[in-house]
């Protein structure tokens, strides 16, 4: 049986499970060492509270994102999988995606004017919906890195909340 993600990122941080349900404890969320096990181990599924409990510990907001895109019945319909990339490939291919999307704004409102898309308007309009789609992973991917950055602490988190709050 290949390792979950739970149990390869709490070994990343090097974090023993009787020292996670410390730590969880500590924060008034606790879960039994027995149950992280099982979660670990793939004989209990995780709960989304569970999720985020652990995402909160290891400082991995991506552990969200993977439980949501592979593990939630309905967000593996709705919720892409985000890849970890740097700061300098998630801007070029959102300005990538964006100058596309830009070349295709005057067809997209020909097409969607009369509020109906014809047959012969259909390819160039799902070429616009999966730019649409991109530019919306592009956006996902650059929050991601930036809750990343937070946990990390390489962001200052007082004053990005404080800026975003505004």
Request: net charge negative; proline share 4%; aromatic share 6%.
């Amino acid at each position: 049986m290949a390792e979950t993600i739970y149990k390869s990122t709490r070994r990343k941080h090097s974090f023993t499970r009787d020292e996670v349900c410390d730590e969880a404890s500590l924060i008034n969320k606790p879960i039994q060492p027995e149950r992280l096990e099982r979660i670990e181990n793939g004989k209990f599924p995780i709960t989304p509270d569970e999720v985020m409990l652990l995402a909160e510990i290891y400082g991995e907001p991506m552990l969200c994102n993977h439980y949501c895109s592979k593990e939630c019945p309905i967000g593996e319909k709705y919720v892409p999988e985000i890849k970890v990339k740097d700061l300098t490939q998630i801007v070029l291919e959102m300005l990538s995606s964006l100058n596309s999307m830009k070349k295709k704004q005057e067809l997209l409102i020909e097409i969607t004017a009369d509020g109906v898309i014809e047959d012969d308007e259909i390819r160039d309009f799902v070429y616009i919906q999966r730019q649409l789609e991109q530019i919306s992973i592009n956006v996902k991917t650059l929050q991601l890195w930036a809750e990343q950055m937070l946990a990390d602490e390489k962001i200052n988190i007082e004053k990005y909340n404080k800026i975003k709050s505004e």
